[in-house]
């Protein structure tokens, strides 16, 4: 059965913020993203996770990136990781990983977006021990894996995120936009996996082994490039959060992915209305965020 999102749902199950907090009580999010050929989908991941109100965002990038991105995106702390000629991080970046980790003491962190064919990735998803966003190539990665779900290691809390032919690939399935079949091919992904699993499209479902939810926010202005990446890093933020103040659970995966997939949409809604639904951009989603939690709590 399909549970349809609602505001007051969403209101309820958004991180609280209180007023005696520091930026360590919100929790600190580690993307590991980019390549020369597709440097801001980094960005617009961090920037977003920031955004919903991480206290701390790390951005892992190639080291011939990081000047640039440092001056751009002044709040978030960047961290330059060995590249290969083709401008992707280098598998030997591995070695940087655990120092990260013990250095930064990451909460969770977010993989795939705009990293190519990067070597690093799969060392990343099988190897890293944190609470896990599986996003873009991430996901490309997992899928020339044959048998990838047996090797899942499944008592890491994760949340997949594919759009219809990423999730096509992850199952070895036809592409499709049939809702049912839609539906099973999600379900199907929670179920191999133990995890929280989107479908990334048109009324976003968002899947446990348990629940089933349907987003009712967001329209055709969000599809278009970067949006993808906007959505993973608020999922990321508010799961920062969520798993700070109540642990990183599938429970607090799947408020995190509720929430950030409703907010996404209700602000690319807003921003449809201002700058017209052909002409939104996926850096004015993320300046519409803040509205947006502002007409929630109007809403709820």
């Not at 705009?114 to 609470?131: A, C, D, T």
């Not at 969000?222 to 949006?227: E, N, R």
């Not at 509720?258 to 996926?282: I, M, N, P, R, W």
Request: charged share 15%.
């Amino acid at each position: 059965m399909t549970t349809l999102i609602t505001s007051p749902q969403v209101h309820k199950w958004l991180p609280k913020r209180p007023q005696t907090a520091h930026k360590g009580s919100f929790g600190r999010v580690l993307v590991v993203a980019g390549s020369r050929s597709m440097c801001g989908a980094g960005f617009l991941c961090a920037q977003s996770a920031l955004t919903v109100g991480a206290g701390l965002v790390y951005w892992a990038l190639p080291q011939s990136m990081q000047p640039a991105f440092a001056a751009a995106l002044p709040e978030v702390i960047t961290l330059p990781l060995p590249e290969n000629v083709a401008g992707e991080i280098d598998e030997s970046a591995w070695e940087k990983i655990p120092e990260i980790c013990e250095k930064f003491n990451p909460s969770l962190a977010v993989v795939g977006p705009g990293m190519g064919q990067s070597p690093l990735l799969p060392v990343l998803l099988q190897n890293l021990s944190l609470p896990i966003i599986v996003d873009a190539d991430a996901l490309n990665a997992l899928a020339r894996v044959p048998g990838w779900t047996q090797q899942w290691p499944t008592e890491r809390p994760a949340i997949f995120t594919p759009h219809a032919a990423e999730l096509a690939r992850l199952l070895n399935s036809a592409l499709t936009t049939q809702e049912a079949i839609r539906q099973a091919q999600v379900a199907e992904l929670a179920r191999l996996t133990g995890n929280v699993c989107l479908a990334k499209g048109a009324h976003t479902l968002i899947c446990t082994q348990e629940t089933l939810f349907e987003n009712t926010t967001g329209g055709p202005c969000l599809a278009k490039g970067g949006s993808g990446d906007v959505l993973s890093g608020m999922i990321a933020g508010l799961w920062a959060q969520l798993g700070n103040a109540e642990g990183f659970s599938t429970q607090t995966a799947l408020q995190a992915a509720v929430c950030g997939t409703f907010l996404h949409g209700l602000a690319g809604d807003l921003a449809a209305q201002k700058l017209g639904e052909y002409s939104v951009l996926a850096r004015d989603v993320i300046t519409f965020i803040p509205q947006a939690f502002k007409q929630l709590g109007e809403l709820a």
